[in-house]
C-alpha cells in the first residue's frame, strides 16, 4: 500500500540523462531558453521542448515568457536542494562522473547551489553560525537569534531586507560535494548576495563557481570569527582572486 507522496514520477523525471542535466544546468538559478538547454541537455532542440513540458509538467521547473523568448527556471528552491542532495548520493556511488579537471577544486571550495553559498566555505559559514549561537537549531527547525541578527548587522544586513515570503527565512541544504549542510532560505540568499555587494566574491560566468578575492575570504572568515574589525573592502580586481 503507497503511503505519501509519489516519488516515483518525481524519480522518472530527475532520472533521464538529458532531463537531469537541463536541472543541473539550472541550479545557478539562472533562467535559460530551449535552445540554451538543448546544449546542456545534449540533445536536439526538438526533444530538449519535449523533456521541459514533461519537467513543466511534473512542476519540477517554472517557464518566464518575456515577447518570443521563453525561459526556464527551477520551479522552487526545494527543487534545488533535492538535486543537490541527489549528487551527494551520486557522488558516493559507482559511475560517477569523470572529474572537470582544473575546476573541480574550484567548484567544491564556493559554489552558487540555487541562490546561496555552497561548497567548503558554505559549510564553513554553516558551522560558524551555529558555533557562534547565530543561528539556532531545534530538530529540523532553524532559526536566526537575536545574536544573528547583530552579526548580519555588522555587514550591513537588516531586518528591512527581508520581505513577506512564504520561503523560510533559515533552512539547512545538504551540500554534494561537502556531504554536510550548508545554510539556504532567504538568510542564505542575502548573504551571498551580500557578499557580491561588498566585493567579497564573483560568479565566474557560465559556471556555479563563486570566486572569493584574497581580502574577500579573509573578510568572511574574519567576521565568522567575530573579529573586532574587518579588512577593508574594495572592487574585485582580476589580480586580488585565489
Known amino acids: ?14 532520472g533521464d540523462p538529458a532531463r537531469s542535466n537541463i536541472l543541473l544546468a539550472l541550479m545557478d538559478g539562472r533562467a535559460l531558453t530551449a535552445g540554451e538547454l538543448s546544449v546542456f ?15 513543466l ?7 518566464d515568457v518575456q515577447g518570443r523568448h521563453h525561459y ?4 522552487e528552491a526545494d527543487v534545488g536542494h533535492a538535486i543537490e542532495a541527489l549528487m551527494g548520493v551520486a557522488e558516493k ?70 520581505h513577506k515570503s512564504r520561503r523560510p527565512l533559515c533552512k539547512s541544504c545538504l551540500d554534494w560535494s561537502a556531504r554536510r549542510h550548508h545554510l539556504a532560505g532567504l538568510v542564505g540568499k542575502t548573504l551571498l548576495n551580500q557578499f557580491f555587494v561588498l566585493g567579497w566574491a564573483k560568479r565566474l560566468s557560465e559556471t556555479r563557481i563563486i570566486k572569493f578575492t584574497v581580502e574577500g575570504e579573509v573578510s568572511l572568515r574574519r567576521w565568522l570569527d567575530q ?12 589580480e586580488d582572486v585565489i
Open 72 to 75: 526556464y527556471r527551477l520551479k
Open 93 to 162: 556511488c559507482i559511475g560517477k562522473r569523470a572529474r572537470t579537471g582544473p575546476k573541480e577544486p574550484a567548484l567544491r571550495k564556493s559554489r552558487i547551489c540555487y541562490d546561496h553559498l555552497a561548497g567548503e566555505l558554505g559549510v564553513l559559514q554553516f558551522d560558524k553560525m551555529l558555533e557562534n549561537g547565530w543561528l539556532s537549531l531545534c530538530e529540523k527547525d532553524i532559526s536566526l537569534t537575536q545574536e544573528g541578527w547583530k552579526a548580519l548587522g555588522q555587514i550591513g544586513i537588516g531586518k528591512s531586507d527581508f
Open 57 to 63: 509538467a511534473g512542476g519540477l521547473l517554472a517557464r
Open 41 to 55: 541537455a545534449g540533445v536536439t532542440k526538438q526533444t530538449t521542448s519535449s523533456h521541459l513540458a514533461q519537467l
Open 227 to 238: 573579529a573586532s574589525t574587518l579588512v577593508a573592502y574594495k572592487p574585485l580586481e582580476a
Open 1 to 14: 500500500m503507497k503511503e505519501g507522496p509519489d516519488i516515483s514520477r518525481i524519480a522518472s523525471l530527475i
